[in-house]
């Protein structure tokens, strides 16, 4: 099954109005859920240390996917023809390669659970989940997601390093 097939049997299982109103909620608003998310965490003395590393990954997530999508400019699937929809307008990213969506998701979920493995645990759901809703929205492949999950994750890393390094 290709990437392209994916993505067309992904929209017709949610062609239904609940299920392309899940989705355009995945793909568009859920990654806006989880600014409250970590600013929340900041309410609780133990978790406090989690919001600028979160921060920072999800910045450094955010560069450098905005630096690859230029280089790349891999087209997205909606408009490589094959019937696919777009379910939600598309980002500022001139390229579908990395999710930059899912890299900032990824990011904040990789630097919760270094530190919090519960908390991160209901951020790499919601991370998930927005890799899922940017997929089935059209708007990336699925290597599109699983790159920008990479990229997040290693932000999370490098600035976890960096702290490290300046604790000690």
Not at 46 to 58: G, N, Q, T
Not at 97 to 112: G, K, M, V
Not at 123 to 143: L, T
Request: aromatic content about 8%; glycine content about 8%.
């Amino acid at each position: 099954m290709t990437e392209a097939e994916i993505i067309l049997y992904l929209q017709r299982s949610f062609s239904s109005p609940i299920g392309k109103g899940f989705v355009v909620f995945s793909a568009r608003w859920l990654i806006y859920l989880l600014i409250p998310f970590v600013l929340m965490l900041r309410l609780f003395p133990k978790m406090r240390d989690v919001f600028l590393p979160s921060c920072w990954a999800a910045l450094l997530a955010f560069a450098t996917t905005s630096v690859i999508a230029g280089i790349v400019h891999r087209v997205r699937p909606y408009l490589a023809g094959a019937g696919i929809h777009a379910l939600v307008p598309p980002n500022l990213q001139s390229g579908s390669f990395p999710s930059s969506h899912t890299a900032i998701a990824a990011a904040i979920a990789a630097a919760i659970t270094t530190t919090h493995p519960i908390i991160g645990c209901i951020a790499c759901i919601i991370a998930i989940v927005i890799a899922f809703g940017r997929v089935a929205a059209g708007m990336h492949y699925p290597s599109d997601v699983i790159g920008g999950a990479a990229i997040g994750l290693l932000s999370a890393l490098i600035v976890r390093a960096v702290q490290e390094g300046m604790v000690r």
